[in-house]
């Protein structure tokens, strides 16, 4: 079965802390994804990555960096977490075009 | 614009009555559609794609799209407590593995 691993379910970081968020797939998906889904807001992409050591910004990368050094590892790192990156962030990965598998999600609080 | 809008909602309906949502899309380059559900506190789970004009039924949901009305909707027959959840509605353009998600609508069934 399919699985997308978020190495987290709940966070709690100071403002100003580096955070990284974690995500493994263990399907051989080239494609992966971070959104983070707010109140009223849906699901908003942050970064994507379609092959190793690349990346591309989504529609909110502002604070926000990534890394792909393996294939099955997509990281999103926070450089100085702020109050308003409170917020549930998914993970998602997919091979071709039968939409996405979500990890469990980070429910990230920033105080 | 929005390029992906549901109805708000909430919506409830009582049990065994059929829950209809609806999504309309802004980019007439879309060529899939997903509808995924959530429940509180869950990440999202895929219970429908489409990709050609009509219908297509799994079970007790159907979807429908209409790419002319740039319209996709969901029926779920025989609505059971389980299907409580909010559901969103998610599409991509030809050529791009991303999804742009609507802010979902949440459903509440009855008993």
């Known amino acids: 079965d399919v699985k997308v691993t978020q190495s987290s379910r709940y966070l709690v970081k100071r403002t100003g802390e580096k955070v990284f968020l974690e995500c493994v797939q263990d399907?051989?998906?080239?494609?992966m994804f971070w959104y983070r889904q707010d109140p009223g807001l849906g699901l908003r992409l942050i970064y994507f990555?379609?092959?190793?050591?690349?990346?591309e910004k989504g529609d909110i990368p502002e604070g926000y960096s990534v890394s792909r050094e393996k294939k099955e590892r997509f990281s999103l790192i926070l450089e100085s977490a702020s109050t308003n990156q409170t917020s549930m962030y998914l993970c998602?990965?997919?091979?071709?075009?039968?939409?996405?598998?979500f990890g469990s999600g980070t429910r990230l609080t920033v105080v | 614009q929005k390029e992906v809008e549901q109805n708000s909602g909430p919506l409830s309906v009582p049990e065994g009555a059929i829950a209809s949502l609806n999504c309309t899309y802004s980019?007439?380059?879309?060529?899939?559609f997903f509808w995924y559900r959530q429940y509180s506190g869950k990440s999202p789970e895929l219970i429908m794609f489409?990709?050609?004009?009509g219908d297509k039924e799994d079970g007790r949901f159907t979807a429908q799209l209409n790419k002319a009305s740039q319209y996709v909707s969901l029926l779920i027959r025989d609505s059971q407590p389980s299907d409580s959840a909010t559901y969103l509605c998610?599409?991509?353009?030809?050529?791009?593995?991303?999804?742009?998600f609507g802010a979902g609508t949440t459903v509440t069934v009855r008993a």
């Open positions: 998602a990965s997919i091979d071709r075009g039968y939409g996405y598998t």
């Open positions: 399907m051989d998906h080239e494609n």
């Open positions: 990555s379609y092959d190793v050591k690349m990346k």
């Open positions: 980019d007439r380059g879309s060529q899939s």
């Open positions: 489409i990709y050609s004009n």
């Open positions: 998610a599409v991509n353009i030809i050529g791009d593995y991303k999804l742009s």
